[in-house]
């Protein structure tokens, strides 16, 4: 069973930074494109960035492009999205999966881990 653990949210100012952790077990994540989620109160999960197996090609949301850098480490099964110019509609609890790449990029995995809440200051 794989299991989830996003960190480094936090509440932070506008134009401030802000740099998330996915730390991955149960399955070994250099087979799969991986990428961050996020939900705002009353919305739906969308999709923020992905990130292919190498690490070679990555994807990003509209919103965040520009502005969101996603990583990873393979060797350490860990996940990262670098976040700067933060903006009041950032304001979510974000989540990290397994992703399969479509023209909407959708979650691979069924379980979720509990997320991190990232909350921007106007």
């Known amino acids: 069973q794989v299991q989830l653990v996003e960190r480094g949210g936090g509440l932070v100012q506008a134009g401030g930074s802000l740099r998330l952790s996915c730390a991955v077990s149960?399955?070994?994540?250099?087979?799969?494109?991986m990428g961050w989620f996020r939900q705002a109160p009353g919305k739906e999960r969308e999709f923020v960035a992905a990130?292919?197996?190498?690490?070679?090609?990555?994807y990003y949301a509209d919103s965040v492009k520009g502005r969101f850098t996603i990583s990873r480490d393979n060797a350490k099964n860990m996940l990262y999205l670098q976040m700067n110019s933060l903006k009041g509609e950032d304001t979510a609890v974000y989540y990290c999966?397994?992703?399969?790449?479509?023209?909407?990029?959708?979650?691979?995995?069924?379980?979720w881990g509990q997320g991190t809440q990232v909350t921007v200051s106007s």
């Open positions: 999966n397994a992703v399969h790449l479509a023209t909407r990029p959708a979650p691979l995995w069924d379980s």
């Open positions: 990130i292919s197996w190498s690490g070679g090609s990555t």
């Open positions: 149960g399955r070994t994540v250099n087979i799969y494109n």
